[in-house]
């Protein structure tokens, strides 16, 4: 292919978002195999808090999976970028430190393809700020919603159950877990005790 402007260079932002049971993961692979495809160079980074299915991998509900590189955070994920990288993914970005955001547009200025996956809010329904931030910066976000498992209705939270009851608004954002913990919910049906 041959382009007018041959000083030209690749680079954008894609926000892969939604809540959990949405097919996200499933999406974030399916982009990064059809870039694959291509012959492109590919780095894939998650946050080392997520271990729920395999250290260095990045798995889907349907167990689908792809080779990722597990760092604590943006400064890391940095120093294990390789020059030639064409392509980076990064999965479950809403437990990155804030600067993730800033690193991510540098990266997409450099000419790279950055793919990005994570939850746009949190149990309460409350945003993540990193997806936030981010779904103004990229180029395209793809927001991708689940079934609410009470009514049938869509569902754009992510609902957390502690021994079956809604969790506390209190408790801690931050906990890894399946299905026995979380489900999709809609607006009217998603809960939150205080
Ligand atoms: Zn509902």
């Known amino acids: 292919m041959y382009f007018l402007?041959?000083?030209a260079k690749l680079g954008w932002i894609e926000v892969i978002t939604g809540c959990m049971f949405a097919g996200k993961t499933e999406e974030f692979i399916r982009r990064v195999v059809r870039l694959s495809y291509a012959k492109y160079k590919i780095q894939i980074f998650?946050?080392?808090i997520d271990n729920?299915?395999?250290e260095e991998k990045v798995v889907s509900h349907s167990a689908k999976a792809i080779d990722a590189i597990a760092v604590l955070d943006s400064a890391e994920l940095l120093t294990k970028l390789e020059p030639d990288t064409l392509v980076v993914g990064i999965d479950e970005v809403q437990f990155f430190d804030q600067n993730i955001v800033e690193?991510?547009?540098?990266?997409?200025?450099r000419g790279i393809i950055v793919i990005v996956n994570g939850l746009d809010k949190d149990f309460r329904g409350e945003p993540f700020l990193n997806v936030e931030r981010l779904m103004s910066r990229a180029e395209e976000v793809k927001k991708l919603h689940a079934i609410c498992v009470q009514c049938g209705n869509?569902?754009?939270r992510t609902q957390r159950l502690i021994n079956?009851?809604?969790a506390n608004y209190y408790d801690p954002i931050v906990l890894i877990g399946e299905?026995?913990?979380?489900?999709?919910?809609?607006?009217?049906?998603?809960e939150v005790t205080y």
């Open 46 to 48: 998650k946050p080392s």
């Open 154 to 156: 869509l569902a754009n």
């Open 103 to 109: 690193t991510i547009d540098s990266l997409a200025n």
């Open 179 to 190: 299905k026995d913990k979380y489900e999709a919910r809609c607006r009217h049906c998603h």
């Open 164 to 166: 079956g009851q809604p």
């Open 5 to 7: 402007n041959s000083k």
């Open 52 to 54: 729920r299915y395999a």
